[in-house]
């Protein structure tokens, strides 16, 4: 199943909906009935497996009146997650040994992942402009990454258990702005975490219909490719980070984890490349859609 989160154009109040073969949207609340399980995408989440159960009947069986897709704007599928997004860094190979290159370093191979995160307010629409903040940075810079949707509360969650936690997948990029990035003491979360930074979507789809073990991830800009890998490559596997992140802290459901990018990203060009103001961002993951971001 796919699940967004969309608006009626013009003005329409933002609400879950069902994305039926790619081109309608089922209006979940209206389908349903509203109450706190069906009117945001964190009720329908928490939710559990009664409701993804009732959405599969919904799918099976949907309204005769629903909407198309092209005449609704859609949001990000978690409009404002309850706590930051989860950030996992050098964890294609590829993308670890550009990075070394780049910044003349003789790093090892890490023992266990690098998490960071990125503030709520990040958090940006699948076709929504990226804002360009040119009095604050001019290095702004591209990350495809594959997005894991925690759908099970847990803490200390085992390697073998840790894919039964997993809600769905969807499309991010983790915008990063590189000066501020390293201008903190090499902590990254100001350089990661300017609005708009976070463009996630265009929406969930969940575990059961997709393997994320196979799935193509690209990044373009201007059409022009710039990053193309397979989330095969991930470094460490996603069971591993659900482990090791859920150690001594837990993860509730609607928690997002953004899994890491690979080789391609501008700063480690030669020379730099990074996104200005009319440059077309495109972000791409095999199975489950495109986000187009516009650089403000």
């Known amino acids: 199943m796919r699940l967004a989160t969309y608006s009626p154009l013009p003005s329409g109040k933002p609400r879950p909906g069902l994305v039926i073969e790619g081109q309608r949207i089922i209006d979940v609340p209206a389908a349903l009935g509203a109450d706190a399980d069906t009117n945001t995408m964190l009720g329908i989440i928490q939710a559990g497996a009664a409701m993804l159960e009732?959405?599969?009947?919904?799918?099976k069986n949907p309204p005769a009146s629903m909407a198309k897709l092209a005449d609704v704007k859609l949001h990000a599928p978690i409009p404002r997650p309850a706590k930051n997004v989860f950030c996992v860094g050098w964890n294609y190979l590829e993308h670890f040994d550009e990075g070394a290159r780049k910044l003349q370093d003789n790093r090892e191979l890490p023992k266990w992942p690098v998490f960071f995160s990125k503030a709520t307010t990040a958090v940006n629409g699948p076709f929504d402009p990226?804002?360009?903040?040119?009095?604050?940075?001019t290095s702004l810079d591209w990350e495809v990454e594959l997005g894991m949707i925690i759908g099970t509360t847990g803490k200390n969650i085992g390697e073998g258990d840790a894919m039964r936690h997993v809600f769905g997948y969807t499309v991010i990029n983790d915008v990063s702005w590189r000066d501020l990035q390293r201008r903190h003491g090499g902590q990254w979360h100001k350089g990661k975490s300017l609005d708009g930074t976070c463009p996630m979507g265009p929406w969930i789809v969940t575990a059961d219909s997709i393997d994320p073990n196979n799935l193509r991830v690209t990044c373009r800009v201007n059409g022009v490719t710039k990053q193309d890998s397979n989330t095969k490559h991930l470094y460490f596997k996603l069971p591993r980070l659900i482990a090791e992140l859920s150690a001594g802290m837990t993860l509730e459901a609607g928690d997002v984890i953004s899994t890491g990018t690979p080789e391609g990203v501008g700063f480690a060009?030669?020379?730099p490349e990074f996104l200005k103001p009319g440059d077309l961002l495109e972000t791409e993951i095999e199975g489950i859609g495109v986000l187009r971001n516009p650089i403000a």
């Open 54 to 59: 009732r959405l599969r009947n919904l799918e």
């Open 130 to 137: 990226v804002p360009f903040e040119a009095k604050v940075s």
């Open 269 to 271: 060009r030669n020379p």
